[in-house]
């Protein structure tokens, strides 16, 4: 039986969506059907099609009453809507539907699961809000919430923790065929803490350890997690909120952790061996995986950060928020390493190639320029002459605009630099990285999509990634270098 709240919101959605043409969107990444989007929800592959829902608000372009979008793709690249999946309409979830997993059921049904928000009135006359987890069960369109529904409220939160901080629950089957789920936490110390849950059928769940904990260490609240095997390795994602920077590792504000270690499955804990920032640049944020049919482990996140969402186009948009390209994860030398999902290559056309080309100054190379490019680029120092003191790739560039990756090698530093990209306001529009390079040399592949940029670094060991509203008319690219390097360029158009 689908309620009055989710059929407005699927027709809502069904007519403002085609008020927006296909150019005024992303070509290749996922953005709001309409409205608002923030967090990736229920990554998972069903019936054939990969599903990806979203924190979604039809009715308007800022954060708002959280429902689910719906959206299904062969390729993770090409994307169809669906109708909005869940609306806040029951009595346990009237103020929000929030982040949340999918798996599927023996029977073939999909199982979602989600936390469930009300604002609770205090003595003092403000409000709280109250978080707990609840389920839908559907066919990859429909989905009926479960009647005995939250499954997961206070009672079932170690004594301390918060029952306002008590979200994001991502689920999994194992092996055995019983299921398991992390939910992130706020412990008594007031910092983040992932919770371990287990189920038989999916329905019934029960505490049984908390996983890992913050301690103070990253951040406060830990939103987002999940925990998977990687390559002989444990790996726990999560985005905590109010971090500190420590040095060029972390961001200050909303931030993403990986921790890399090992599971003891007798204590049900999370041992850590390293920890690093899964993306380096300044939008990214709530990350999800899935393993796709094949076999790998893909991931994305939302392309936006929270500290970042006055960054817009000049007109009021009829949507707001795009997740990043889908990348393929592993884990190489201790860190994590991601590269652009491989069905990207067949979308390449028009490949044009520089090799051995050796420059002082500025060049902008014939056959160089688009706002949907796929390039690889791989500098290093020509021989004979000093070391280089600066390289940039300037993009989405005419006379008024430019954004650029810049490197310096004396400082092995890294920066991303969008303050001349047309935004009207005093956001954050640069961010640096230390990256590892040995003597001068550097190699990138840069993703360009028509609102927003992904470097990825020394085959991938890092990524820097940023949302830009250019006008698509600014289409130059050039490179600059204070001193002189020797390049190579593959770039291709992304058709």
């Not at 309620?3 to 008020?19: D, G, I, N, P």
């Not at 150019?23 to 996922?30: D, I, T």
């Not at 890092?462 to 390097?485: E, H």
Request: aromatic content about 12%; overall charge negative; charged content about 30%.
């Amino acid at each position: 039986m689908i309620s009055q709240t989710l059929r407005e919101a699927r027709k809502f959605e069904e007519v403002s969506e085609k008020m927006i043409a296909e150019e005024e969107r992303p070509a290749f990444h996922l953005s709001a059907r309409t409205g608002w989007m923030n967090d990736p929800n229920g990554f998972s592959y069903y019936k054939g099609k990969y599903h990806l829902f979203y924190q979604y608000n039809p009715y308007n372009s800022y954060w708002g009453p959280m429902h689910w979008g719906h959206a299904v793709s062969d390729d993770l690249l090409h994307w169809e809507y669906l109708p909005t999946a869940l609306a806040p309409d029951e009595f346990y979830d009237r103020d929000g539907c929030f982040s949340g997993g999918a798996v599927t059921l023996p029977d073939g049904r999909q199982l979602l699961m989600y936390t469930g928000v009300i604002r609770e009135r205090q003595a003092n006359g403000g409000y709280t809000e109250v978080q707990t987890q609840c389920l839908a069960v559907g066919d990859g369109v429909d989905y009926e919430k479960y009647e005995n529904n939250p499954v997961l409220d206070e009672r079932d939160v170690p004594e301390g923790s918060s029952r306002k901080d008590f979200r994001d629950p991502k689920v999994w089957q194992e092996a055995d065929g019983t299921y398991r789920c992390v939910v992130g936490s706020r412990s008594a110390d007031g910092s983040g803490q992932i919770l371990l849950y287990s189920s038989e059928d999916g329905f019934r769940w029960q505490f049984k350890s908390i996983l890992a904990s913050n301690r103070n260490r990253f951040g406060k609240m830990w939103e987002c997690p999940d925990f998977f095997q990687l390559d002989g390795k444990w790996v726990l994602l999560t985005s905590p909120q109010d971090m500190l920077p420590r040095g060029f590792e972390y961001h200050n504000g909303n931030g993403t952790l990986c921790l890399i270690g090992d599971y003891d499955r007798e204590t049900e804990s999370f041992i850590e061996e390293s920890d690093q920032s899964v993306d380096y640049g300044i939008d990214f944020y709530a990350m999800q995986t899935l393993l796709t049919a094949d076999g790998r482990r893909v991931m994305l996140g939302w392309m936006q950060n929270w500290d970042t969402c006055n960054h817009r186009r000049e007109n009021e948009e009829p949507w707001f928020g795009q997740m990043s390209l889908p990348r393929e994860i592993s884990i190489r030398n201790g860190r994590l390493y991601q590269k652009p999902i491989r069905e990207l290559e067949a979308m390449r056309r028009n490949k044009v190639v520089y090799e051995k080309l050796v420059f002082s100054g500025t060049i902008c190379p014939d056959g160089i320029r688009g706002r949907r490019v796929d390039m690889e680029v791989v500098i290093r120092p020509e021989e004979g002459c000093d070391m280089y003191r600066k390289f940039a790739i300037r993009f989405a560039q005419n006379e008024m605009y430019q954004t650029s990756l810049s490197y310096r090698p004396g400082e092995s530093v890294l920066k991303v630099d969008r303050k001349f990209s047309g935004s009207r306001r005093a956001i954050i529009h640069q961010r640096r990285s230390k990256v590892f390079c040995k003597d001068g040399a550097l190699k990138l592949r840069v993703i360009l999509d028509r609102f927003s940029v992904e470097a990825f670094v020394n085959d991938g060991e890092q990524v820097i990634s940023a949302v830009l509203y250019t006008d698509q008319a600014a289409d130059g690219i050039s490179f600059f270098v204070d001193g002189t390097v020797n390049m190579d360029v593959v770039k291709y158009d992304l058709i």
